[in-house]
């Protein structure tokens, strides 16, 4: 008996030939705060450049400080990698003047792809004077940039109902952005209903899910606090007992995320987008069992 054969093809056929042929995928990363997280950023832009990933998006600071960091880090990943490299861009605690400077230094040295957001804030009371469709329709004004934006399918964390979400969505698309990106979810059901209210409504554009592999789930409940995302039953259980077992935590997560894009890709997802956290381990790692 050739056991190692056996083996072998039991991983082949979990690979899922129809995935390996149809899927792509993209990466997030975050602009690094000093020279041992830079150091670990690029090492996983390397890594994961090898995937030949549809894009690379970097997310974008409030301050002026992160924002310039934004842009070095966009401009330096797409001159090193040659992989089309799209910049965060928020509209809170800014102005239509500076939006549109900022848009045109973009456009001026090569960046043409924008995540277009309204941006988060920690004052309850803040009055927002500019929102993600205001910015989508600015962008537009200057130049024909590719625009990506956000989507939510268990709600954004201030929305009131579903069906506000759709509405708002659907002006941006409508304004010219050429597809959503969803948070981050955990219950698939979730996103196939979010995506057929989506095709009812006329939002013909593709809602890429945004995928999170579980590293650390104490930090998971953390961001699912912050946004609105419910994390299911099983999750608390299968992770119980595992707060100093990080190994074990990567191992779990991994399984999890393959497990989403076997499922999504057999309800037609062809893209995925990856919120990496500057990590490359788990996500080379599930990107190449599923023959990415």
Not at 206 to 219: M, R, T, Y
Request: glycine share 4%; hydrophobic share 40%.
């Amino acid at each position: 008996m050739n056991i190692p054969s056996v083996y072998h093809k039991d991983i082949i056929n979990q690979k899922l030939e129809n995935i390996r042929n149809s899927v792509e995928c993209s990466f997030e990363f975050f602009p690094p705060k000093n020279s041992s997280l830079e150091k670990n950023l690029w090492c996983s832009v390397k890594r994961l450049s090898a995937l030949k990933p549809k894009f690379f998006s970097v997310t974008y600071g409030a301050n002026a400080g992160e924002r310039e960091k934004t842009y070095n880090v966009v401009k330096k990943i797409q001159e090193k990698t040659g992989i089309v490299t799209a910049a965060h861009l928020t509209c809170i605690d800014s102005t239509p003047d500076k939006l549109e400077k900022i848009a045109k230094n973009y456009w001026n040295n090569g960046i043409k792809s924008i995540v277009a957001l309204r941006g988060d804030t920690s004052e309850k009371n803040y009055k927002h004077t500019m929102y993600a469709l205001d910015l989508v329709i600015l962008l537009k004004k200057i130049a024909d940039f590719d625009i990506s934006v956000a989507a939510y399918p268990e709600l954004h964390p201030e929305s009131k109902n579903s069906k506000l979400d759709i509405i708002n969505l659907k002006e941006k698309i409508d304004a010219g952005a050429s597809r959503a990106i969803t948070q981050f979810f955990f219950n698939i059901d979730s996103y196939l209903r979010f995506r057929e209210n989506c095709i009812k409504n006329k939002i013909n554009v593709e809602i890429i899910p945004g995928i999170l592999p579980v590293c650390n789930f104490k930090q998971l409940q953390r961001f699912s606090n912050m946004t609105n995302v419910q994390i299911p039953k099983w999750m608390f259980e299968i992770f119980n007992g595992l707060d100093n077992d990080i190994v074990t935590q990567k191992i779990i997560g991994s399984s999890i995320a393959i497990d989403m894009v076997k499922k999504l890709s057999s309800e037609g997802v062809k893209n995925f987008h990856f919120y990496t956290l500057n990590e490359s381990d788990i996500t080379y790692s599930i990107c190449h069992i599923l023959g990415l």
